[in-house]
């Protein structure tokens, strides 16, 4: 009956890891999807363009309203520098965003894959009752006394306090 149970939970869990494990293996190097990021590149890059064009229409019509073009040629060359610097800061923001989000993504994926590999181990020391830690210690010649498992030899009579107690012992 065990073996059958094991057999179906077996299934199962092939037919889900199936599914799942190649999900995750495709999030590892995965950040935001192309149109999330030409959206963040568009309003981000097109926000800083904006501002900039902005002052620049503003000293033009400034010295076109007073008749003194002194200066904007200056004000025009400092603004073209800001605008490069202020663009460049975005693109590299939207490209950090992006970088995190893959980071976070992979994190994601290898906690996913190691809950996965975690519950397989975890069904399959209980349904044959000793992890596998357990069956190396006692492969090893150790008695259950090494292993923390005083109590179970007190409990099966061999040796310990209670052959002490029952007389027993010495």
Known sequence: MTNQVAGAEGTQANALESKLIPSYEGMM?????????NAMRTSGMGGVAAAADTAGWMGENRAARTGNAAGVGAEESQLARDKGV??????????????????????????????????????????????????EARAAG?????????????????????????????
């Open 29 to 37: 190097n995965e950040g935001y999807r192309p149109e999330e990021l």
């Open 86 to 135: 202020s663009m460049g800061n975005e693109a590299a923001n939207i490209e950090m965003a992006n970088a995190n989000e893959r980071s976070a993504n992979r994190k994601f994926a290898l906690s996913g894959e190691q809950g996965l590999f975690g519950t397989n181990t975890g069904a399959m020391e209980s349904m044959y009752g000793l992890g596998p830690k357990f069956l």
């Open 142 to 170: 150790k008695s259950g006394d090494e292993l923390g498992m005083a109590w179970m030899n007190t409990m099966l009579g061999k040796g310990g306090p209670a052959d002490t107690v029952f007389g027993q012992g010495n």
